[in-house]
């Protein structure tokens, strides 16, 4: 398994469950790039998810309680799956009567979540989930660990080694590893990793995090065009995210970060004097049509689960379940066609 992001630890936690042999290696610490910078909205509505993406994003979701009981019975860690769903915040004078899969308020906005500044425009309800990244890949490596999976960090893989067509193994910085079969979870990294060449780019992603004055703050995740406010159950409130291209670039610009903060409190006003724990910048494994590459490549043994942009948190259940099909030659549960590698190839030819 090359990547120890989120993707890559569930999907050796699920082989290890089936029985295979599985060794994790990761070119720095497991789950500290875009995992762990990621903001854990399980965010599977129509009004963002590529129609493509759909299917499987809707049963990823309805996967995570047993996924979370199950890492969290494993692992002893609370991953904080909270399920109060997100409030969707549309500027007044825009013409959406609805967004799928919304539901209306049970009550005025101003007594389901008081400390919200007034609002104008319209706003829907959504039943969605969030679950803190950071405690997740605690969990899942947990997990993984405890049913035997290995983990090799701080050494990256600079090629995956092929013999009479087939794969053998991978070679890092420091040495060789042999395997009959390789997935490549390298994320943002994978396509720089010979001999496939995969078109992921890094897509850069700034955060901020405050600690909120009470725990009871705020409920609900709170998406408007300017800003997300997700909270956590220990009092934090993380508020996000850009969407930028530079690069392989992680550091946070000082203007960016206060232009978040700014928007926090116009939206939650008692966060003005609110203390900031932390900033940071996550670099999501983005792809040329914004979907996964999901499946097997034109090398028997390889195999490759990259590209999930935004939803690697969201899409990791059901991520290991098919990609763990389709390593033991079982037909998968879902059509990955729109996934595959060969995608890219043919657009190419």
Known sequence: MVGGGIIGLSLAWELRKQGASVLVVERGEPGHEASRAAGGMLANCADETPAALQALANASAEMYPE?????????????????????????????????????????????????LAAETGPVFLLKERSVCPRALIEATLKAARHHGANVSSGSSVMSVDVMDGHVTGVTTEKTSYYAPKVVNCAGAWAGMIGPCAFPTRPVKGQMVCFAMPSRELLKHVVRSPEVYLIPRSDGRLLAGATVEEAGFDKRTVPDTIQRLQRAAVSRLPALSNAHVLEDWAGLRPGTPDGLPILGSTSIPGYFVATGHFRDGILLAPITARVMAQVIGGIRPEHDLAPFSVERFALRAA
Request: hydrophobic share 35%; net charge negative; aromatic share 2%.
């Open 67 to 115: 996924f979370v009981h199950q890492l969290q019975d494993e692992s002893g860690v609370n991953v904080d799956l909270r399920s109060d769903g997100t409030l969707v915040l549309v500027p007044s004078g825009n013409d959406k009567k609805n967004i799928p899969g919304t539901i209306p308020l049970s009550a005025p906005l101003a007594e389901i979540e008081p400390a």
